[in-house]
């Protein structure tokens, strides 16, 4: 072997590890990690593939920025609540209640007494105070969760009496029918696919009807020669050993005034629901978890259900939506109610930042994440070459538009303002790479 072999003059291991910037990233990413990547770098360095000078900052360079996978992701597709990016981006003040409940804090203790507490107490509080029509609240882990513990809560080898346009498919291939089914519940449909009458809910009812469940079929729209029963009717059919359930999906608690066709909690439970379940992401846009809201003796009921433990939410959840329900307006419910006046001003500024050949376009940007389907946003974009879509996503923020007419759109509705900068730096140092290949 000669001198001059690169793998004669290779590092060792420990020496690399010991570099200053490389043992920094150690502390941030855990020692396994680096080590691993060490590793891949000197086999490279071995093959004659990197300098033995540059081991290092070849180790530096392919370290990972953060210890997790997750990448923070620009969302610029005119989707709102994104499915795939994760749906509601949580607000400044639910980040930070996240890093105050990483540590120990006082979720299931009583400070003053010392003595155990219930778990989440000032989550429910504040949830009890923005729904005073709820005399009793409860979260778990999703929305689908709470359907869930209703089903097996009240309804186990009992009827549940639904219309049958409300058996609605919920994503990923999950369906309302089998997850009541799959804890125990026998469905009773009634009606047809585009119309169903309160006589049909009527006569339906028997000695073995547990409950009537009120769906909103959020991710779909059938329209038509059609009819539903609204709950405020539904409540007539109610007795006290027969409770009316409705689920909103979509996690509105009041009214608001671009969702005119959205129910809301509060709404729902003032027409007549005894017990209302919905997401506490999505349009309220919180963390993922599930809220059960209404009457308090039936909500103690559910809480107290051995199939709730194995919903329950962890402290971080409910550190993120008390922060959501108290704190400054979050993320979705300010991008429903941005003035599309603002965003084109804003995509013109960001067209002048990036330069040829961005363009200011009008867009209609949607809800998303199975709320209010068929409700457009009046919205505003900048138009780019539509080869400039994975160069965005991968580089460093990732950019996700969305290819429109062979054109590459970034609208600007569920982007914040204070983002527009990295956006356009981003931009251009894409553009800049595709025009030196």
Known sequence: MSSDDPRRRTPRTDAVLADPRVAKAAER?????????????????????????????AVVDALPSSVVSLRRVVNATGVVVHTNLGRAPLSEAATEALTVAAGSTDVELDLVTGRRGRRGAAAMAVLASVVPDAGGVHVVNNGAAALALVGCALAAGREVVVARGELVEIGDGFRIPELLESVGARLREVGTTNRVRLADYADAIGPDTALVLKVHPSNFRVEGFTSSVPVAELAALKRPDLPLV??????????????????????????????????????????????????????????RHPFARALRVDKLTLAALEATLAGP???????????????LRRARELASAIGEPAEVVHSQAAVGGGGAPGVTLPSAAVALPADLAAALRTGDPSVVGHVESGRLLLDLVAVPADEDARLAGAVRRALAAARTR
């Not at 770098?41 to 900052?57: F, H, I, K, T, Y």
């Not at 307006?329 to 965003?343: H, K, M, R, S």
Request: charged letters at 30%; hydrophobic letters at 40%; one cysteine or more.
């Open 329 to 343: 307006t979050p993320p979705v419910p300010a991008a429903l109610a941005t003035d599309p006046a603002d965003l």
């Open 29 to 57: 990413l855990g020692r396994p990690r680096v080590k691993q990547v060490v590793t891949e770098v000197l086999d490279s360095c071995r093959r004659g593939e990197v300098a033995p000078e540059d081991v290092v900052d």
């Open 246 to 303: 409705a689920d909103i999906g979509s996690g509105l608690l009041a009214p608001h005034p671009r969702l005119r066709d959205e129910p809301d909690a509060a709404t729902w439970l003032r027409g007549g629901a005894d017990l209302v379940t919905a997401s506490g992401d999505k349009l309220l846009g919180g963390p993922q978890c599930g809220l059960l809201l209404g009457d308090r003796d039936l909500v103690e009921r559910l809480r």
